[in-house]
């Protein structure tokens, strides 16, 4: 009787890294869902810039144009937060600010993962000197304050939203690249990777199909936290004059206008502070979770 013979096992493909657009969506809403501080902090964010697209809709007043003899009153019926020294709705203000602080700090916080992605990944996958001198550089960038960087740019190129972003760009695409980086790090010894390099592919080919789909998470996560303290810098820019030229709605510039009216209209100084610690707050909360949820060591990947 002849042996009955086994059919060899079919190879099993090894796993890639690749995942579709719809896959990546539903993990997130999955992790969102799961995750309570992400809930609670994306819901925040979002109930933000709701109220920043819909500002016209929620206040009849102008947040630039006041009127001189309603300056300086208390919360009451037509006005809820009171008004400032120059008789603008404070509360119109605050919701118009939000406007800008979403605007500016979304379109630097941006192109700032943007750049550092695709720098950390290609200092990864090329390695060698590029990542050397790479590193070098940022380095010595990292070692001037960050607040000093940003007062040199503003004061030589002056105030504006293009000036602010790049002066973002600048003290934050290299803490966003040793972030990358480190993660990127994990991922280009794996097989699919050396694969892909066998099969001649270039290294933004390389980078768009296998290293970022894998890094995704850390990208994310560094995107809430890195918006957090955009928000905050940029307030703090137009607290010392700096960022958002006046009568422009800023929460920064509202807070540095009426601090020597705090005692009579706390509610014009104290309003934007609100305002501006419910969305850091949010960003940090969704931040922290998406980053417990995946697993996701933003000290480790740094180092």
């Given at each position: ?23 990546s969506?539903?993990?997130?809403w999955r992790?969102?869902?799961s995750?309570?501080?992400a809930?609670?902090g994306?819901?925040?964010?979002a ?22 003899s309603h ?26 600010g ?12 941006l192109?700032?993962?943007?750049l550092?992605?695709?720098l ?27 607040i ?32 990358v ?30 290293v970022l ?10 995107f ?46 104290l ?33």
């Open positions: 009787m002849s042996a009955l013979k086994t059919p060899a096992a079919a190879p099993v493909p090894a796993p890639s890294a690749r995942s579709g657009a719809s896959g969506a539903a993990r997130a992790t969102v869902r995750s309570r501080p809930a609670i994306l819901a925040i964010v109930v933000h810039l709701v109220i920043a697209l819909l500002a016209p809709l929620l206040t009849p007043y102008h947040p630039t144009v006041g009127d001189a300056a300086l009153l208390g919360p009451g019926a037509d006005h809820w937060a009171g008004t400032d020294q120059y008789g603008r709705d404070v509360l119109t203000r605050v919701v118009y939000g406007r800008y602080a979403l605007g500016v700090s979304v379109t630097a916080t192109i700032t993962i943007a550092g992605t695709v950390g990944c290609a200092a990864a996958l090329r390695g060698g000197w590029l990542d050397d001198v790479l590193m070098r550089i940022l380095d010595a960038v990292l070692s001037i304050p960050a000093l960087v940003l007062l040199v740019i503003v004061t030589a190129l002056g105030t504006g939203s293009g000036v602010i972003v790049l002066a973002i760009g600048v003290i934050c695409v290299p803490q966003v690249v040793r972030v980086r480190g993660a990127a790090l994990a991922v280009v010894p794996q097989d699919y990777v050396t694969a892909a390099r066998a099969r001649g592919e270039s290294t933004w080919a390389i980078l768009r199909r296998e789909p894998n890094i995704i998470d850390v990208v994310c996560v560094e809430a936290m890195r918006a957090s303290w955009v928000v905050l810098l940029i307030s703090s820019l137009s607290f010392l004059g700096f960022g958002a030229d006046p009568p422009t709605p800023d929460w920064g510039l509202m807070v540095s206008e009426n601090r020597t009216a705090i005692t009579v209209v706390p509610m014009a100084s309003a934007p502070i609100i305002a501006l610690a419910t969305l850091v707050v949010g960003l940090n909360l969704a931040a922290d979770g998406l980053s417990k949820a995946w697993g996701v060591d933003r000290i480790r990947e740094g180092s």
